[in-house]
């Protein structure tokens, strides 16, 4: 059996996670799945949120400020879900400790897995630089961390993933 190398957002791998209920596949990435070298998962359901629901944007930050309380990550209907973040955030985290993982595979721009840039919390399309509040948890643990934009480099340089 091939031990699992990352973690990979289940909405790149077919799944229809996202917030609108929809996902987007990455037909090379659903292929790391298959052979045993990811494990889906999806922070935000993980964390409790319904599929579909609500878009959310972190308010005033980045995943590294809502982790240290000094922001909130809010959806368009101005509920505060930020405890919903945080909690799929931590539940990432184990498993990417359970099953000794080296990094992740996340969807870029999301208020929980963009790893460089995500919206700037006006729900007006515009980013900013920073990463989401799970991709800011893993980071801090050390994890690498890839979106679908740049996993390819990574398994160019590295020969996995």
Known sequence: MVKPTFLVSACLVGANTRYDGENSLDPDII????????????PEQLGGLETPRAPSEIVGGSGHEVLAGVCRVINKAGQDVTGNFIKGAEETLKLAEAWQTVGAILKARSPSCGIAQIYDGTFQGKLTNGPGVTAALLMEAGFILLDENTWRKYKCNHGQA
Not at 31 to 42: D, K, N, S, Y
């Open 31 to 42: 292929e790391l799945v298959q052979t045993g070298i990811a494990i889906p998962v999806c």
